[in-house]
Every structure is written in C-alpha cells, then in structure tokens.
C-alpha cells in the first residue's frame, strides 16, 4: 500500500515541567535532562472518541477521498473508557463510517503493527483504503503523585489514510514476552464466586530494563530489515522513532551512526503518546512539507508487552 493522507488532533491543554513542579517533587531541571521533555498535550475536557474522529477527518480529507471510501479501519488504543465496544466503533459512529472495524492494543509500536495488519489485508485482495488512527490517553494511566512516570506522557491522536500501491516496502515485527517490564492493573467488576485477590495498580515500569529494549530492539530490526530488502542507511531519508524518550532516541542515532537531520522529533513539547506518537510525528512532518516524493522513511517503535516493530515506507 501507500500512505497518501494523513492526520492528528491533540488536547488544548499543555502541562509544562514547571507546572509539574506546583505539586511533584520535581522540576524542569531534574525532567528535561533525563527525558527531553519540556511539556506535553494532556486530556482535559476531550473525549478520546473525538480526538481521534477529529484525526481520521483530517487524514480522509488530506487523502482527497471520500468516508464511504473507507474499506477497513484498525485503531491502536491501550486505554480508553469504554471496555465495551471497541474505541474504533465509537469513532466510527462519529465519523459516520461503516466499514468493517477493529481494535488493537500493541502499546507504543501500534501503528507499524496495524501497517502490517492493513498490507495484508491489501496483499489478499480485501481492501483498497485502510484508515489507522492510534488515539491514546496514557496520562490516564499513571499516578500523578509517581515522578517517574506521569511525567513521561503526553495525549493525543493521530491517523494515516493507506490507498493501493508499492510504498511498503517491508515490515518487521518482533516480541520478547516480559510482563514484568511495564504493566498495568484494573480491578474487574466483582462477582459472587471470585476468591482470588485482584488490585488496582498505575502504570509500572522498569526503566532501566525498557531502556536497553528499547535500543537494542530499534537498531537491530532497522538494521535487519534494511538488509533484508535490500537498502542501505544512505538510502534512508528519515527515521521515524517512537518519540518515548530523547535518551533513547539519542542512543538510536549514535548506534546506527545516522546524522542528527535524519531523527525528527517532537518529544520536546509532546512526551510520550504510546501508538500515536509515530503518526503524529508523521503528520506534522508532512503538514511541514518535510517530505518529499520518493524519500524512504524508517518507523520503529518499542513498548509494553514487551513488542516493537519498524517498517520502511517510501513516500
């Protein structure tokens, strides 16, 4: 496939590491150097459902189609409100779409592993237009009395209109199962015959372990994937990185020995976004008119489970 539009919505409200300081033991100095982060996007009043309508709108309308268009839709959430349905029939009904929908919960690498949902689809002949949209609310998942992790996040949504084509051209999925590394709990509705104890726990991570995961993941599956399709890192424009922490991204770069113009970021004023970090990325990116016709664009994405992903796309 080929991705020709693109979108993204975000909270009005921004939260700077000043702000932070008013009520965490905490401050600009202590977040900045450790993480890359000067403020970020944070739900207030919005409701997900719409962030993320507000996001595939602006991907169908810069994709010059029209809704009904749509043959597929995956969206990539962690957490949202609703248990029941799927956030992709919520956004659906605000959309006023019917096409076939469903939900994918692969944390932060969510959109490379929907691109390959969606180039298989294509591949078996079912689908001609593929909407993504990663729409994410991590802040509500962490304690804001924990300075090691409410911190890191950011909301948002972002989307991707995918249309017939060659542009993809190869995808790597990899997972090392490890639930110890970054988790989280909710407590069940209760029941008459439950006796086991069940806890309701913010998000946990271990971010030392992720740290090296995630470095290790990124380089080896870029490297891997380029040569097994045969291209080289001169051949490659951009390096689309999960935006999860500037230390990461940092030691990404010095690994693949890559110049500092090839990493857009936008961690500074976003934090981590989960899923949709990629594809907001991605559309500003594009909304700058960074990209040109023909430039080969490398994702890679690493998170809970613990999963990641890359995948090279020519634009």
């Excluded at 459902?49 to 043959?71: E, F, H, P, T, W």
């Excluded at 009904?93 to 298989?120: H, K, R, V």
């Excluded at 559309?283 to 613990?306: H, M, P, T, W, Y």
Aim: glycine content about 6%; hydrophobic content about 40%.
């Amino acid at each position: 496939m080929k991705i020709i539009g693109t979108g993204s919505s975000l909270p009005k409200k921004v939260v700077t590491n000043d702000m932070l300081s008013e009520f965490l033991d905490t401050s600009d100095e202590w977040i900045f150097p450790r993480t890359g982060i000067k403020s970020r996007f944070v739900i207030s009043d919005e409701d997900l459902v719409q962030l993320g309508a507000d996001a595939a709108r602006k991907a169908i309308a810069d994709a010059g189609i029209d809704k009904s268009q749509i043959d597929y839709f995956i969206c990539s959430n962690v957490v949202n409100e609703y248990m029941t349905p799927g956030l992709s029939c919520a956004i659906s009904q605000e959309l006023g779409i019917s096409a076939p929908c469903i939900d994918i919960n692969c944390a932060c690498p969510g959109f490379i592993y929907a691109l390959d949902i969606a180039e298989t689809h294509w591949l078996a002949g079912k689908v001609h237009n593929v909407l993504i949209v990663c729409a994410e609310e991590p802040t509500r998942m962490t304690s804001w009395q924990d300075r090691s992790t409410c911190v890191l996040f950011g909301d948002g949504a972002g989307a991707v209109v995918l249309s017939d084509g060659n542009n993809v051209k190869g995808i790597k999925l990899h997972a090392e199962p490890d639930v110890s590394k970054i988790w989280q709990k909710r407590r069940l509705m209760p029941t008459p015959y439950v006796t086991k104890e069940e806890v309701e726990v913010p998000l946990q991570m271990m971010g030392r372990e992720v740290f090296k995961f995630a470095v290790n993941a990124s380089t080896t599956e870029v490297e891997a994937l380029l040569k097994e399709i045969g291209m080289t890192k001169d051949e490659v424009s951009y390096y689309m990185v999960h935006q999860a922490n500037m230390r990461i991204i940092d030691a990404i770069k010095k690994y693949l020995a890559e110049p500092e113009e090839k990493f857009p970021s936008n961690i500074r004023n976003h934090g981590n976004s989960s899923s949709a970090s990629c594809t907001i990325l991605l559309d500003e990116c594009n909304r700058k008119g960074l990209f040109k016709q023909g430039d080969i664009l490398v994702f890679s994405a690493f998170g809970a489970g613990l999963l990641s992903a890359a995948a090279v796309v020519e634009w």
